[in-house]
């Protein structure tokens, strides 16, 4: 009997050890399971801090990869700075900037811009000598294919204009290339109305650069006059008339708004897509 007790009380003890051994794994399995879960958790919400970081906090860094990402691919819509574009229209079509252009051109000569539309060509003499910084953006955006294949989006005819000039949305809409310029001159603020003022006068045929009602906000957008109904923006006077068309020119400008069609809030558009396949320079 005493053996067997003997017997039994060793069993009990190799039972103990053995529970004991096991017990101090499962321990060891979950400090171990539990120490992985944490360093797992800090590594998502650090990478998750520093994705919001790039994505709200440092805009330039997105406009990097970006770049990146569009000279494996389409070259011509990366953001560029400064430099002036070949004379000769080679460079690659670039329609969106980092900053405005420096003065690419001489003011003392005379460009002639030629529009080729569906509806025809039109030739536009700049006026560089009166608006050197509105015509010098104009012939440089036009040197990058800025307006190669956009189309006239906007006709009016109760103030007589055509519009164009959003190669991104095709709408007054557009955001630009990026940039404003300044106002050629520097316009004056009525101090009754609060409203700017300008010495600006509009007849037919005129090339017009488009803005918004704050100071400097012209960029790329343009419009031309077609008949006297532009007149009726005399009375504001600060839209900037950079350029003037031929009779020839007049002819196309006059047939395309004649295809207006109303719609929308601000007059409507041709009722066929009409398309400026590209807008060259000439210098004489």
């Avoid at 079509?93 to 900053?99: L, M, Q, V």
């Avoid at 030739?123 to 440089?140: C, G, I, K, S, Y």
């Avoid at 041709?270 to 807008?279: A, H, L, M």
């Amino acid at each position: 009997m005493a053996a067997t007790e003997a017997a039994n009380k060793e069993a009990r003890q190799r039972q103990l050890v053995l529970y004991g051994g096991l017990a101090i794994v499962v321990v060891i399995v979950v400090a171990l399971v539990a120490f992985s879960g944490g360093d797992d958790a800090e590594t998502t919400e650090t990478e998750t801090a520093e994705t919001e970081t790039t994505e709200t906090g440092n805009a330039t860094e997105e406009t990097s990869n970006d770049d990146t990402e569009t000279d494996q691919g389409d070259a011509a819509a990366r953001p560029i700075s400064g430099g002036c574009p070949a004379e000769d229209g080679s460079s690659p079509r670039t329609i969106d900037f980092a900053e405005s252009h420096p003065m690419c051109i001489d003011p003392n000569e005379t460009h002639i811009a030629v529009f080729d539309t569906s509806e025809g060509e039109i030739r536009v003499e700049l006026n560089a000598a009166d608006t050197p910084l509105t015509v010098n953006n104009f012939v440089t955006l036009a040197r990058w294919g800025y307006y190669d294949g956009t189309t006239f989006f906007r006709t009016d005819p109760s103030i007589d204009i055509i519009q164009g000039g959003g190669p991104h949305t095709e709408s007054p809409s557009d955001p630009g290339p990026g940039y404003t310029i300044q106002d050629e001159p520097e316009f004056d603020l009525d101090p009754d109305t609060g409203q700017m003022t300008g010495p600006y006068r509009y007849v037919p045929g005129q090339l017009v650069m488009a803005r918004t009602g704050a100071p400097n906000s012209s960029s790329a957008q343009f419009f031309f006059t077609t008949g006297t109904n532009a007149a009726l923006l005399d009375g504001q006077g600060v839209y900037v008339v950079f350029g003037e068309t031929d009779e020839a020119g007049l002819g196309v400008l006059q047939n395309v708004i004649g295809l207006h069609e109303p719609g929308g809030s601000l007059g409507g558009a041709p009722s066929r897509t009409v398309t400026v396949n590209s807008v060259t320079i000439e210098i004489s």
